[in-house]
């Protein structure tokens, strides 16, 4: 199988956001830390605490875990200890001064480095809070609170939480009198930790940790599979980045959220070796998936945003192609319109086509073959499985690696025809081959006779029974971003067949018509549709018992603003930023920009940003920058930036800056001193050093002015120094740039 070399942490946390993500908390101090009431005292001993004690000897974990490695399974960080702890047959209730409640529950685990907890019941009623927190109160988390719940008080789901690093716990529930329902928690396993696992150091771990031969989906090689790549997803169990699966279409074409994967996904130690099946055991609320998880670019640069979603129920499943299809609890694509992949069922066999997936839990890459795929036996079935080898492609040689399981095979035709089980390919092992279960064996489950052990009734819920059908498109709204004049007209692109559309605007615009089918809308901008106001249209869509929900942003004219410092010392530089209709670069739109300043210098400048150098002080400059958009206008932003001369009777003022002929440097008196006395500038002297303080210019005299010739020197920085009496008075920087 295919889950294998991610170094995963087991970070165990709410279902709606895993990972880097933090759980949904408000983030606060356990409710015990602050009150002051006096009827309330917490356990400390460790008689108090019920022991929770490895039920193996370490030897033996340590063998399962050598014996994992060999067999390519993920390294396990903790130990999954079964109990039975709840609110009614385990801690203490403390009844506190205001009529609310405090139930609590210490847990003692000897020789652990962390503990997090699983629940097979979790429910908070509003205004309860639940935290926990180590006996030392060096760590802590929540609280949580009714945002928490995945269920409703009569189906009451499981949950999860994060690691705290001490082998001693607390639980600590509040609830306070008003509450109409009591709350629920129950503690199915506890996890004993016992490897460390910096989260901070390694929370990133899975992004960017794919073998270097592998090929990002926004490479060249995914120029024309950039619909099919939103239909696919990075599996996370139990927070742990652990498969690959997509979502994929029906002869409903109705958008139900149905998510191919691979059956061995199901079990395995990220499940904590429960195997889930479509028949006994469906339901996975430990399960989330991240969309759009990809690399903007064909290099890694920064992590993109995880856009998640959680829980899923297995329909079908059966072991002899490796398939699982599952039914999503939350449908993606309301969300992040995604797309639903095609599938070929003829057992006809491709000579070309992709696999897009997420190795090592990494950003989305894509893998290309260009040989024709040989039937193959990878189970105990003959003939139920596709041999694949990867070519090597215009940026490199993508292969697929543990994480990989589930994702999609997909022909030239661009329809789905296997999901990976395993293989032998990685970045050191490049000809090695891959093994994907064969779609047209899963279509009839290999001749099963219950539905749920084959994929024909799920995906051809109306009886038409195709033997190729096409995805899905993503549905978006397609005119100008620009909003230029009155009357444009907006339209749904991918609109399904008997689908309707209710369409809204913000208050920035307004809807002048709509077509007689409901696809167009005619739109006008109000007056307030500028700069740093955006005007928003939405298409609500109906179809198949389906809604989806698709939006477009719209800008008009050009306001900007300049941000950075509004007083300066003479002579010195300093940074501003222009920002453009809620944008910081990049800023939408521009087709020109400009910046200029008075009494200073333009050192650098781009769309959003630019360094000025000022002049001479008690006097005011002003920045500006101009812009120009599509809509055929100029914007002009400014900002009024007072230059002080400092604390000095005297000031020297050397300009320009940068300098190119001849550097001016200038004796200006404070006019507050002269209001209290009258000075006569002594005698100083100028000096110019370069970087490696070689003196390279040198001048004295007893004026108000001196000028230095610059002319010669190489462009590059340079020291001034004022001398008076003997002594540096002042120093600046110089730049001298021909």
Known sequence: MKIRKILIITIITCLTCFDLCAQISTNEEPYSFTSTDRSLSLRRSTEEAVLVSLPVEKKQIEKEDIDDEANGIPPRFGYSIPVNYNMENSGRWTKLDDGGRLWQLTIYSPGAVSINLLYDKMWLPEGAKFYIYSTDKKQHIGAFTTLNNKGDRTEIEGFATGLVYSDKITLEYYEPINVSQSGVISIAHVIHGYRYINISENILKSFGQSGNCNVNINCPEGNGWQDEKNAVALILVNGNRYCTGSLINTTANDYRPLFLTADHCLGGWGNNNVKYDAISNPNLNHWSFYWNYESPACTNTTE???????????????????????????????????????????????????????????????????????????????????????????????????????????????????????????????????????????????????????????????????????????????????????????????????????????????????????????????????????????????????????????????????????????????????????????????????????????????????????????????????????????????????????????????????????????????????????????????????????????????????????????????????????????????????
């Open 304 to 738: 993109p945003i995880r856009l998640s979603t959680s829980g899923a129920v297995v329909v079908a499943n059966n072991d002899a192609s490796d398939f699982a299809l599952l039914r999503l609890t939350e449908n993606p694509h309301t969300i992040y319109n995604t797309f639903y992949l095609g599938w070929d069922r003829s057992g006809n066999v491709s000579s070309g086509g992709v696999g897009i997936h997420h190795p090592s839990g990494d950003v989305k890459k894509i893998s290309t073959y260009t040989s024709a795929l040989q039937t193959a036996t990878y189970s105990n079935v003959a003939g139920a499985h596709w041999r694949v080898t990867w070519a090597r492609t215009s940026t490199n040689h993508s292969i697929t690696e543990g994480g990989s399981s589930g994702s999609p095979l997909i022909n030239s035709n661009h329809h789905v025809v296997g999901q990976l089980h395993g293989g032998s390919a990685s970045c050191s092992n490049l000809s090695g081959p891959d093994y994907y279960g064969k779609f047209n064996i899963s279509w009839t489950g290999n001749n099963a006779t219950d539905p749920r052990r084959r994929l024909r009734d799920w995906l051809d819920p109306v009886g038409s029974n195709p033997t190729t059908l096409s995805g899905s498109p993503i549905v978006t709204i397609t005119g100008p971003e620009e909003l230029c004049s009155s009357n444009t007209s907006y339209s749904i692109a991918n609109l399904p067949t008997g689908a309707t559309v209710n369409w809204s605007v913000n208050s920035h615009l307004r809807i002048v018509s709509t077509s007689t089918d409901g696809k167009t809308v005619t739109i006008s901008p109000y007056s307030s549709l500028r700069g740093f106001t955006a005007g928003i249209i939405t298409a609500i869509i109906a179809h198949g018992g389906q809604t989806i929900t698709v939006a477009k942003t719209v800008y008009g004219g050009l306001d900007i603003v300049i941000l950075g410092p509004t007083t300066v010392p003479q002579t010195t530089g300093a940074s501003y930023k222009a920002e453009l209709a809620g944008y910081v670069y990049p800023t939408p739109f521009i087709e020109y920009y400009s910046w200029s300043v008075t009494n200073g210098s333009v050192m650098s400048g781009n769309i959003s940003d630019a360094e000025i150098m000022f002049g001479i002080g008690n006097r005011t400059s002003t920045i500006t920058v101009t812009y120009a958009n599509g809509c055929g206008g100029y914007s002009t932003g400014t900002l009024n930036v007072y230059v002080s001369r400092g604390g000095m009777n005297y000031y020297s003022a050397a300009y320009p800056n940068p300098a190119s002929s001849s550097l001016t440097i200038e004796r200006v008196q404070n006019s507050e001193e002269l209001q209290v006395k009258s000075a006569t500038p002594s005698m100083f002297t100028a000096q110019l050093y370069s970087l490696s303080r070689q003196l390279v210019r040198e001048q004295t005299f007893n004026g108000t002015q001196l000028s230095l010739n610059v002319s010669t020197l190489p462009n590059g920085t340079y020291f001034l120094n004022i001398i008076e009496n003997g002594k540096v008075v002042e120093q600046q920087t110089i730049v001298v740039a021909h």
